[in-house]
T-cell receptor
Framework: DGGITQSPKYLFRKEGQNVTLSCEQNLNHDAMYWYRQDPGQGLRLIYYSQIVNDFQKGDIAEGYSVSREKKESFPLTVTSAQKNPTAFYLC????????????FGPGTRLTVT | AQRVTQPEKLLSVFKGAPVELKCNYSYSGSPELFWYVQYSRQRLQLLLRHISRESIKGFTADLNKGETSFHLKKPFAQEEDSAMYYCALANTGGFKTIFGAGTRLFVKA
């Protein structure tokens, strides 16, 4: 079954703890993305990676970190510095030559209390 | 500032009626415009892009640079069109996509 997987579907953490969200794709896409979605708002870009071992900040990168050690994987760490971490997080990937044809994962809902 | 505005949070129409989901944008360069759709219990997926000039599932969208709009239209709505629709823009070939807040379309029988 091809596509993008995100795990877990729901994640609960205590305030002050870092948490890492998983994103894996087997589409052989070079580019990967992380978005945050809040109620009544569109998706906002956190980080993106055009190629392995390279990534760029999006519009709301503060309090987040990523790594891209493998083409298939783009984990997102929500650090304790992120002031409002509770949100729905979506991962996506695309061919590098078609960055706007993005394929999305099912999302992870993170709740921090 | 680069922005995508979808003025309607919810749009409700009867089956068979025409539907238009509005999208306005502000962008200083030459953007590419897209519509993404999320059906119930499915993932967000690309519906169409302005450069393709194609009709997908009966939907079309024309880029109006003068009015900076990219409204999504369908002449006869179907119940299966009920979904969340997001308008988005990106710079040509760029990796940063800006999404609108979305419009939920509800097609009534």
């Amino acid at each position: 079954d091809g596509g993008i997987t995100q795990s877990p579907k729901y994640l609960f953490r205590k305030e002050g703890q870092n948490v890492t969200l998983s994103c894996e794709q087997n589409l052989n896409h070079d580019a990967m993305y992380w978005y945050r979605q809040d109620p009544g708002q569109g998706l906002r870009l956190i980080y993106y990676s055009q190629i392995v071992n390279d990534f760029q900040k999006g519009d709301i990168a503060e309090g987040y970190s990523v790594s891209r050690e493998k083409k298939e994987s783009f984990p997102l760490t929500v650090t304790s510095a992120q002031k409002n971490p509770t949100a729905f997080y979506l991962c996506a990937s695309s061919p590098a030559r078609e960055p706007n044809e993005q394929y999305f994962g099912p999302g992870t809902r993170l709740t921090v209390t | 500032a680069q922005r995508v505005t979808q003025p309607e949070k919810l749009l409700s129409v009867f089956k068979g009626a025409p539907v238009e989901l509005k999208c306005n944008y502000s962008y200083s360069g030459s953007p590419e415009l897209f519509w993404y759709v999320q059906y119930s219990r499915q993932r967000l997926q690309l519906l169409l892009r302005h450069i393709s000039r194609e009709s997908i599932k009966g939907f079309t969208a024309d880029l109006n640079k003068g009015e900076t709009s990219f409204h999504l239209k369908k002449p006869f709505a179907q119940e299966e069109d009920s979904a969340m629709y997001y308008c988005a823009l990106a710079n040509t070939g760029g990796f940063k996509t800006i999404f609108g807040a979305g419009t939920r379309l509800f097609v009534k029988a």
